[in-house]
T-cell receptor, first 113, second 113 residues
Framework: GNSVTQMEGPVTLSEEAFLTINCTYTATGYPSLFWYVQYPGEGLQLLLKATKADDKGSNKGFEATYRKETTSFHLEKGSVQVSDSAVYFC????????????FGAGTQVVVTP | NAGVTQTPKFRILKIGQSMTLQCTQDMNHNYMYWYRQDPGMGLKLIYYSVGAGITDKGEVPNGYNVSRSTTEDFPLRLELAAPSQTSVYFCFAGSVGTNQPQHFGDGTRLSIL
């Protein structure tokens, strides 16, 4: 079946540090890939997405590139802020199953001043 | 526009009780979903609907029922609450299309004792 694996958290960083969260997937076919962010007490928000190999999704300084050869979609940000403290989820879905998302377990990120 | 509104935000139930989690969206989205989030795990799909009058099971439907009589509302019902249903429940709504917005509700935290 399809699955998404993320690095375990929490990841603790100082402000302005570089952030990487690893995400790999197993899927039959060619899924679309997503990163969602969940701030405390809130629902998930779509952060960025990529729909085909070599696509790069970007938003709010975050980037992730769809790597078909390594089945990965790692999230990166060059300089994190305290406001980036949240839980980040990697997910996949297929074009004919919009909204039916397979999520990773989530990675908590804590950014300290 | 409120997006997706879930009520209640918190609820404690006794084993065997029933309740309905409400989800309402004001964005005229056709697609609506119910997910549950257990600690340390990603979200899992319970039920979904692609339009009024149409519902289908997701990955973990046992113990739940849904209905979709209007575009706006997608209630989730627990008939006989069990401790295994202690979780945070998220409603998700959106429209097909790569640039269409999508919205998660803020969640309902349910404890069954």
């Amino acid at each position: 079946g399809n699955s998404v694996t993320q690095m375990e958290g929490p990841v603790t960083l100082s402000e302005e540090a570089f952030l990487t969260i690893n995400c790999t997937y197993t899927a039959t076919g060619y899924p679309s890939l997503f990163w969602y962010v969940q701030y405390p007490g809130e629902g998930l928000q779509l952060l960025l997405k990529a729909t085909k190999a070599d696509d790069k999704g970007s938003n709010k300084g975050f980037e992730a590139t769809y790597r078909k050869e390594t089945t990965s979609f790692h999230l990166e940000k060059g300089s994190v802020q305290v406001s980036d403290s949240a839980v980040y989820f990697c997910a996949l879905s297929f074009p004919n199953s919009w909204g039916k998302l397979q999520f990773g377990a989530g990675t908590q990120v804590v950014v300290t001043p | 526009n409120a997006g997706v509104t879930q009520t209640p935000k918190f609820r404690i139930l006794k084993i065997g009780q029933s309740m309905t989690l409400q989800c309402t969206q004001d964005m005229n989205h056709n697609y609506m979903y119910w997910y549950r989030q257990d600690p340390g795990m990603g979200l899992k799909l319970i039920y979904y609907s692609v339009g009024a009058g149409i519902t289908d099971k997701g990955e973990v439907p046992n113990g739940y029922n849904v209905s979709r009589s209007t575009t706006e509302d997608f209630p989730l019902r627990l008939e006989l609450a069990a401790p295994s249903q202690t979780s945070v429940y998220f409603c998700f709504a959106g429209s097909v299309g790569t640039n269409q917005p999508q919205h998660f509700g803020d969640g309902t935290r349910l404890s069954i004792l």
